[in-house]
C-alpha cells in the first residue's frame, strides 16, 4: 500500500480566495472585487530596467539573497523609514508569500504555536501549520481590529515562538495603533517572542499618523523579522519579488529555507526593483483613496456596517444584517448578481465579506451597483 503524503499539508486546504476567484471566471459577466492586484501597470521606468538587464547579458545565476547592489538599495530605502538594517541583512525573495513561507521554516518546529490576529491573511495559518505549528487565534472583532494587551495575554502559552502582525492589514485595511504596538512589543520582550512583520501595505496609506513596529521598537531588532513586496505598490504583483530584513543569526537561518526552496530571484528582475524603490507610488495611492471613498459610502447605503479602513485597499463589511452566512453570501452574489467578494471566513472571521477596491473605476462602480441591488433582496 503507498504509504500517506505530509500530514501537515494534507490538513491544509486550498485558498479559498482563488476558489471565490474561479467560481467568478465562470460566471459570464462577473465583475470581481475578490483579488488584491491592483488594476494599474506596472511604471514604464521599472519595466524598462529588465529590457536593459537582458541587454547586458544578466541571465546567469545571481546570489541567493540577491545582487549586492538591490540589497544595499533596500537597506537603504528601509533606513529611511526609520528601520536600519544592512544590507547583510536583507534577503530579496519570490515575493512575500515565499519571504513569509521561508521565514516560519527556519522559526517554527512541530509543537510551537504562532499567535495570528485575526481576521488575518489565510497564508499565516497555512505556513504555521504546515511547519507542524498551531495557529493561536486572536480576535480583534471586539476592538475594532487593535490588538490589545489582555486579549494577547490570553494567547499566550510557553509554547509561543513568534506572533505574525500586518498593519495595514488584510482584510480590514486597519492600520495598527500605538498601543498595539506596544502590546505587541511587551510580548516580545517579555516572553522572547519573535514578531513577523507584514509590512506590504505600507506604502498604501490614507491620512493620519502611521507607525511601522520595526522603526517603533528598534531595541527589538534581534527578533522583528520584516516582510516587505514589490507587488502592492508598484503594481508588480506578476513579478513575483519581495524581501526580508531580520538581523544574525535569524537571517542566516531564514536564507537556507529560501536557498532551499527557490535559490534565488530571476537576476534580470532585480535591477528594475531597485528602479521601483526610486519611484513614487502616491498617484496610485491617491486612486485607491478615492475609490475607497465610494466604497464606504456605498455600503453604509447599503446599510452593511464597515470600519473605515486606512490602508491597503480593502473592506471588510458585516453581512450579518442579510440573514445569510459569508459563503452563502458569496456564491449567491456571484450566481445572482454576478458580483465577487471573498468570505470573511477564508481570514478566520466569518459573518463579514471582503471587498477589494484596486479595480478600474468604472467596474468597482457596476460592481458596487450589482452588491447594492443583491443586497436590497436579502434586507
Given at each position: ?25 465562470a460566471?459570464?459577466g ?26 547586458r ?14 540589497r ?37 518546529d ?31 472583532t471586539?476592538?475594532a481590529?487593535?490588538?490589545?494587551p ?72 534581534d527578533?522583528?523579522?520584516?516582510i ?83 490602508g ?68
Open positions: 500500500m503507498l504509504k500517506a503524503t505530509n500530514r501537515n499539508l494534507a490538513q491544509l486546504a486550498p485558498s479559498g480566495i482563488r476558489r471565490i476567484s474561479a467560481l467568478a471566471a460566471r459570464q462577473c465583475i470581481s472585487l475578490a483579488l488584491g492586484e491592483p488594476d494599474f501597470t506596472t511604471p514604464d521606468a521599472i519595466c524598462d530596467e529588465v529590457t536593459r538587464a537582458l541587454a547579458g544578466e541571465t546567469h545565476y545571481p546570489p541567493n539573497n540577491g545582487t549586492a547592489e538591490l544595499r538599495a533596500i537597506a537603504a530605502y528601509m533606513t529611511g523609514q526609520g528601520i536600519e538594517r544592512a544590507a547583510e541583512d536583507i534577503i530579496v525573495t519570490v515575493g512575500a508569500t515565499e519571504a513569509l513561507s521561508s521565514t516560519f521554516r527556519a522559526l517554527i512541530p509543537g510551537d504555536e504562532v499567535i495570528v490576529p485575526v481576521p488575518a491573511f489565510t497564508v499565516y495559518a497555512s505556513d504555521v501549520r504546515a511547519c507542524g505549528g498551531t495557529v493561536v487565534e486572536l480576535d480583534t471586539r476592538s481590529f487593535q490588538i490589545t489582555d486579549d494577547l495575554a490570553a494567547c499566550v502559552s510557553a509554547a509561543t515562538k513568534a506572533i505574525v502582525i500586518c498593519s495595514p492589514n488584510n482584510p480590514t485595511g486597519c492600520v495598527l495603533d500605538t498601543p498595539s504596538l506596544d502590546a505587541v512589543a511587551q510580548l516580545a520582550a517579555a516572553h522572547g517572542v519573535y514578531v513577523v512583520c507584514d509590512d506590504v501595505y505600507n506604502r498604501l496609506v490614507y491620512e493620519g499618523a502611521y507607525e511601522r513596529f520595526a522603526a517603533r521598537h528598534p531595541e527589538l531588532a527578533r522583528t523579522v520584516v516587505d513586496s514589490f507587488s502592492k505598490p508598484w503594481a508588480m504583483t506578476g513579478w513575483r519579488v519581495g524581501w526580508l530584513a531580520a538581523t544574525p543569526p535569524v537571517v542566516d537561518e531564514i536564507a537556507k529555507a529560501h536557498q532551499f526552496a527557490v535559490s534565488s530571484v530571476p537576476a534580470f528582475i532585480m535591477p528594475a526593483a531597485a528602479r521601483a524603490l526610486e519611484v513614487d507610488p502616491a498617484p496610485m495611492v491617491a486612486a485607491f483613496r478615492a475609490r475607497r471613498e465610494r466604497v464606504v459610502h456605498a455600503l453604509a447605503d447599503m446599510g452593511l456596517g464597515c470600519n473605515v479602513p486606512t491597503a485597499f480593502y473592506a471588510f463589511p458585516s453581512i450579518a444584517q442579510t440573514g445569510l452566512d459569508d459563503e452563502a453570501f458569496c456564491e449567491r452574489a456571484i450566481r445572482e448578481a454576478g458580483v465577487a467578494l471573498v468570505p470573511g471566513g477564508c481570514f478566520g472571521v466569518p459573518g463579514h465579506v471582503r471587498l477589494s477596491y484596486c479595480v478600474a473605476d468604472d467596474a468597482l462602480d457596476e460592481g458596487l451597483s450589482r452588491l447594492a441591488g443583491f443586497v436590497d433582496t436579502l434586507i
